[in-house]
């Protein structure tokens, strides 16, 4: 056979790889098709890495099959032992993987210097560079969200740091194109991958979500100029989609939370007082489980907020048996999820899917705001800053403007919550101090169970 025909096969499945990878993330964007999506584009990207082998030329057979036993094996694993409460940063630290998969490509790529054009060796280097940022940034991330990094740490003159490091990096990586010199090389990733981590570590955990986004966004533009270098369609077509879907769901979330991406890089949330910030006062009224179980069972209507304290007391199952129990109660009840709960985009969703909770039970902010104010009882699952009523008062919160769920507008609010802190983002909450507010204290799963066994006692 032919080396033409050789590439008109490859081509082809490129192009089917192509259908397969816009097939699966267009069937992603509903809980209903998703498991298919996913299907779908793990079946585009096998037949994009067996199609690899077939390329005219391609050597070391050996050394490609060991790195997909060895990565495929970890993967597996991982993604079969992972609890869903790490599953942000198995998300983060695995996105971080891709990046530096694309910036290692481009470093060989430059050291070479076998780039096509001029254009290929310049989308060669910003590849490298957003890359090696979001390979850094990926890492620092799972770090926070790991519990490793605890707090989000400010340099002094931390914007002017992060504006004079990105213009020495892009300076050092024009160089490096020009020069193609060995030391040149690795000075740009050095400094690629200490602005990564400078970016980073002021981010707090209200906008981490934004922020892992962000960098899917980068490793997915990452990969799509590498495959443009290499001349190879897969990895631009793989590229141009995570990173197109990326950016729009970053633009999403950052509209969410109505903060523009600048902020959340130049003006993260840290959790410190500002100065101005108006003081939380009055006092936190705690209830019963039982008598919270008698406010449920004799609602008309309940809506049900989750945080990520549902994920961390693995408290999805119970909140379903919750949800059967007052079903047969004759009690309509919703979910509501805010765009940004939880570590990662659609982390909440996720953890309803996993406990079978019915699709058309959950509804987004904008579907479900306005009824908050016909709720008997509104339950906080773990959530904090989504249920904030400061960002609609207080101009000097940080979190001021920005959309949240309406839950102080309910008859009744219930907030399950293991303690008394501030939560991740470190920002008090007045709906805690609200009149028709009662705190219901302890781990989300032992909590629920409770609610249940009086429930159960009711019926």
């Given amino acids: 056979m032919t080396t033409t025909s050789f590439h008109l096969i490859i081509d082809s499945c490129y192009f089917i790889v192509a259908l397969l990878f816009i097939l699966g993330l267009k069937s992603m964007s509903s809980p209903v098709t998703a498991r298919r999506g996913i299907i779908w584009a793990g079946a585009g990207m096998v037949l994009a890495t067996a199609v690899t082998f077939a390329w005219p030329g391609m050597r070391n057979y050996a050394l490609i099959l060991l790195a997909l036993t060895i990565g495929s094996s970890i993967s597996w694993w991982a993604g079969k032992v992972v609890r869903m409460t790490d599953m942000p940063q198995m998300v983060a630290l695995f996105n971080g993987m891709g990046g530096g998969s694309a910036a290692a490509i481009a470093a060989i790529q430059l050291s070479r210097g076998t780039a096509h054009s001029a254009i290929a060796i310049t989308l060669s280097a910003l590849g490298a560079l957003i890359g090696t940022i979001s390979f850094s940034g990926s890492c620092i991330a799972f770090a926070k969200l790991q519990g490793i990094l605890r707090k989000a740490a400010r340099l002094p003159g ?84 995570v990173g197109s879907a990326g950016s729009l769901l970053t633009r999403l979330m950052a509209r969410a939370m109505n903060r523009p991406i600048l902020n959340i890089l130049f003006k993260p949330i840290t959790g410190e007082v500002m100065p101005g910030t108006a003081l939380v006062t009055g006092t936190l009224k705690e209830i019963s489980a039982l008598d919270a179980a008698s406010i449920l069972r004799y609602a008309r209507k309940v809506i049900i907020i989750p945080g990520y304290g549902m994920a961390v007391g693995r408290a999805q ?107 991740y983002s470190g920002i008090d909450n007045p709906l805690f101090y609200g009149d028709n507010t009662r705190m219901l204290y302890g781990s989300a799963q032992t909590v629920v169970s409770e609610l249940i066994k009086h429930l159960k006692e009711f019926m």
Avoid: C, W
């Fill in 158 to 241: 931390q914007n002017a740091v992060n504006i004079i490091l990105a213009t020495l990096t892009i300076a050092s990586g024009i160089y490096a194109v020009v020069s193609g010199a060995n030391m040149s090389i690795i000075a740009f990733f050095t400094l690629a991958l200490l602005l990564g981590v400078i970016v980073t570590i002021p981010i707090g955990g209200a906008d981490m979500p934004v922020v892992i986004s962000l960098f899917n966004a980068f490793t997915g533009l990452a990969v799509g100029f590498e495959g443009y270098a290499l001349n190879n369609p897969a990895l631009i077509i793989a590229g141009i989609v």
């Fill in 317 to 423: 199952g119970k909140v379903k048996e919750l949800t059967d129990i007052l079903e047969q109660a004759g009690v309509e009840f919703k979910f509501a999820i805010h765009p940004v709960a939880g570590r990662m985009p659609g982390h909440m969703n996720v953890l309803l899917a996993e406990a079978n909770v019915p699709y058309e039970k959950i509804f987004d902010l904008e579907e479900i705001n306005e009824e908050f104010s016909g709720t008997d009882a509104a339950v906080v699952i773990g959530a904090n800053d989504v249920v904030n009523p400061a960002a609609r008062t207080d101009k000097s919160s940080p979190i001021y403007g920005m959309p949240i769920l309406n839950a102080d507008h309910a008859q009744n609010v219930i907030v399950i919550k293991r303690g008394k802190g501030t939560g």
